[in-house]
């Protein structure tokens, strides 16, 4: 039976145990669909799993503002970031919200006829472009938390689903047709319309050290949800050695959001600096990650576990850097 995992063989939901079961269990509850292939396939890496699912739950779920508007931002993310996989799930969660005219608007590619509308997609957009000008707000400034949030863990889960996903969010592509994307939203309509008590996910942290969570949180729980997810995935560094490090990080660093250019031309060799091809593919384009490039890399030490410690790493140093934008931008505002 073909599997949506390219490169990895998670375990069983169904044989889960401890905080990974916990976790699935409010996926379940909060999200509405039991083993969504984004989060089984982070179970590889489990220290990876809770704050991922945190970052999305206190933002997109359980955080302030109107659904539709968030699914709007998500999916301005996914189009941005080039990830079928993703705009496909929000084009469905579209249908959940009940706003099924807009869910197909989009789904044609078309431009939402609400001007508000318009807009969250759009501001989703462009937040891929560090240091993008974003305000005004296409939102309440006090829902300023979710909506930021909610950007960037979609900036993280489109890189994971990109790299480690096929494009099939169902079998056989199915979600293609109209009929099958109405049907699979209106099965999540009762979850996506019920009210999330926030902070609930942050339980699952317990013994995690977020660090300190950033200023444009105001003090929400998404804010500590941000800071375990980017102390978690940042440990992935340490299977690149000192050189591959600054490399990668040099780059995205100069990274201005364009998409690298077909010949990857700048990006290491795969054949001399693996580690470093994956690590900034899995940043910039990791739609562009190959048979070749993980093979490439992987050695019997390689498990499944450090595939998905290191894609994890490239993808978080490019939300980090989108994140330190925004910040940055946050900070002169208020000044």
Excluded at 1 to 17: D, G, N, Q, V
Excluded at 98 to 104: F, K, M, S, V, W
Aim: proline share 8%.
């Amino acid at each position: 039976m073909p599997t949506p995992f390219r490169y990895t063989e998670p375990l069983p939901p169904r044989s889960a145990a401890g905080t990974v079961a916990e976790v699935y269990a409010q996926i379940a509850l909060d999200f509405g669909v039991a083993e969504p292939s984004t989060f089984v396939v982070l179970s590889c890496a489990p220290e990876l799993l809770a704050p991922a699912w945190a970052l999305l739950r206190e933002s997109l779920i359980a955080g302030a503002g109107d659904r539709t508007g968030k699914e709007l931002v998500a999916l301005g993310v996914s189009q941005a970031n080039r990830c079928p996989f993703c705009v496909d799930a929000h084009t469905v969660l579209l249908h959940a919200t009940g706003d099924h005219a807009l869910a197909e608007r989009v789904a044609r590619g078309e431009s939402p006829h609400s001007e508000e509308h318009a807009r969250l997609l759009a501001w989703g957009e462009h937040t891929r472009v560090p240091g993008a000008a974003l305000e005004p707000y296409p939102f309440p400034r006090e829902q300023a938390p979710a909506y930021l949030g909610t950007a960037l863990v979609f900036h993280f889960i489109n890189r994971i689903a990109s790299a480690l996903l096929t494009e099939n969010l169902l079998p056989a592509g199915a979600q293609r047709f109209r009929a099958v994307r109405s049907v699979a939203g209106r099965a999540l309509c009762r979850t996506v319309r019920r009210t999330a008590r926030p902070g609930h996910s942050l339980a699952l942290l317990d013994g995690v050290d977020p660090g300190e969570a950033p200023a444009w949180a105001g003090g929400a729980p998404v804010g500590l949800a941000y800071a375990a997810l980017l102390r978690a995935a940042m440990r992935g560094s340490a299977l690149l050695d000192a050189e591959d490090h600054d490399l990668v990080e040099a780059a995205v660093q100069d990274w201005d959001g364009t998409h690298p250019p077909l010949g990857l031309a700048g990006f290491p060799d795969r054949r001399e600096r693996p580690a470093a091809r994956l690590a900034l593919l899995a940043a910039l384009a990791p739609y562009r990650i190959t048979d070749e490039d993980v093979a490439a890399w992987r050695r019997p030490e390689h498990g499944d576990h450090c595939l998905v410690r290191l894609v994890a790493y490239g993808a978080f140093i490019a939300v980090d850097r989108i994140e330190s934008a925004l910040s940055s931008q946050i900070t002169k505002e208020a000044v």
